[in-house]
């Protein structure tokens, strides 16, 4: 797609998939609005990638807060315009917790910042793309949309962001905004990467249990949702890909009773 007119806002652009998603854009010639809680990371990401000669600006962004929310919104459509996509990359992880040891709190903030998060940015942006007539919009999923998972409050928002993709692609497709998601599997992110270190992840569950033997990259995603976003995917709304290297098949597979 021709992207040196084109102007993509990224929420959580400050570090793991969503810094990833900010690049592969500012790469091909995108301004990038990167939005995040975390100041000084965003900033340095802003600042590498300015010096490489492309158009990005940060705006802090905290998606637990509706009035944090419509003030991004708000600062970045006054100063550049609409913009032609949206990437809800902002979220917050959980670690496997028994349902009945669960902080209710934790759960609370997980809906609030994942999903409420979500619709609130995507409302606020959403409704300036369907006034103009187009515009694309990516929310995170994950497999815990698809399987059964420990992380409670994690993956019951994750599958709720699955509806509200749906809802907003039936809703917003007449007007000309289409709205997808992606679904990664175990990603090598920093976050990822601390839990490993910490031994709240064991890699090699997930490397034998992945069809490709490998964790998905940042980068694996940022390159699909560049892709639903593009003009080849014109056709494309209301869906959720999984970018897992086989997880889920292979999983499916492994447990089926009988065995070749």
């Not at 209710?104 to 793309?129: H, I, K, P, Q, Y």
């Not at 601390?194 to 990259?217: C, H, K, M, T, Y």
């Not at 995603?221 to 997880?247: H, Y």
Request: aromatic share 6%; charged share 20%.
């Amino acid at each position: 797609m021709s992207t040196n007119s084109h102007l993509v806002v990224v929420t959580g652009g400050a570090s793991g998939i969503g810094e990833a998603t900010a690049r592969r854009f500012a790469a091909a010639g995108s301004r990038v609005v990167v939005g995040d809680l975390n100041a000084d990371r965003g900033q340095l990401v802003v600042s590498e990638l300015r010096e490489a000669g492309h158009d990005v600006v940060f705006y802090p962004v905290d998606l637990a807060s509706d009035e944090s929310i419509k003030q991004f919104a708000g600062a970045v459509l006054e100063s550049y315009g609409v913009p032609d996509a949206l990437v809800n990359s902002g979220g917050i992880l959980q670690n496997a917790v028994r349902l009945l040891e669960m902080d209710l709190a934790e759960f609370d903030r997980l809906m609030n910042v994942n999903v409420r998060g979500t619709l609130v940015a995507s409302r606020a942006f959403g409704a300036a793309m369907c006034e103009r007539g187009r515009g694309s919009i990516i929310n995170l999923c994950s497999l815990t949309t698809f399987r059964a998972s420990a992380q409670i409050g994690y993956g019951v928002g994750k599958a709720g962001l699955k509806m509200l993709t749906e809802i907003m692609a039936a809703e917003w497709g007449p007007k000309g905004v289409r709205v997808n998601a992606v679904a990664p599997g175990y990603t090598l992110t920093p976050a990822m990467q601390a839990r490993i270190d910490s031994g709240e992840r064991d890699p090699d569950a997930v490397i034998q249990n992945s069809a490709l033997r490998r964790f998905v990259s940042p980068a694996d995603a940022a390159n699909a949702i560049f892709f639903l976003c593009s003009s080849e995917a014109s056709a494309i709304t209301g869906v959720t890909l999984p970018i897992d290297c086989g997880w889920l098949v292979t999983t499916a597979y492994s447990s089926y009773a009988a065995q070749p």
